[in-house]
């Protein structure tokens, strides 16, 4: 049996990752819109509602918050990460080893591999390190697999992104975070190409909660095992609410118009 099919990272065999690792990645402006998501704790205590499977955090806020919340809230490691001052090649450094995210209580591990960046190498090599320390742990791995660098002209091309996914099965990752494709059947073929590695949609900016449900559904229908989000949550006033509408179509399969009504009650 593989690690994901007997960790809290899965429900039902889906997965719903809440991503807040923004603070690194893009900086303060993320929080602008609701000035209390900057407080980790908010966040936290978002994350203990039922539709969320695991909170993806760097090593700064896991060590400062998760053990508040051990009992709660599953976490997920985000490994590596850089933030948005670096205006080099696309790169991430890795800020904490497997051994001390298991050590603080996570329970699985998350990568991003940027294809095609001038340090895909390293990245790959520090990826296999990772993932051979998790596998020793029984720790899921999830690879955020974003082709990105200066000898890529668009990123969000459909067979960029199925090529994300399939780097994801070839190098061992249990789920592949990939962003949305743009069409249900680039999103098919995106999955197809993952194989067993079960392939979840990337959150990417806010937007209308009408529009962000039936995104999330179109790549649902289309095979996605779930959803790894951040701004569309913790941008919201009410951040429950979406995640009401989040577990109707990810966990119970419901119609836009069911989930778009669960975000009202
Ligand atoms: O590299 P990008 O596209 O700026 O986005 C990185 C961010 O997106 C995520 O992968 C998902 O978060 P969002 O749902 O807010 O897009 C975060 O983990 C990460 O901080």
Known sequence: MRPIDDSPLTRDGKVLILAYDHGLEHGPVDFEAVPESADPEHVFEVATHPAVTSLAVQKGVAEAYYPDYAEDVTLLAKLNGTSNLWMGEPDS???????????????????????????EIEMAEEFRDAHEAARERDMPVVMWSYPRGQGLKNDKKPGTIAYAARQALELGADVAKVKYPGSPEAMEEVVEMAGRTKVIMSGGSKTSDREFLETVKAAMDAGASGLAVGRNVFQRENPEAILDGLEEIIFEESSVETALAATEQ
């Open 93 to 119: 450094a890795v800020n904490w080893s497997v051994e001390y995210a298991d050590e603080i209580g996570a329970d699985s591990i998350g990568f991003t591999l940027y294809g095609g960046s001038n340090h």
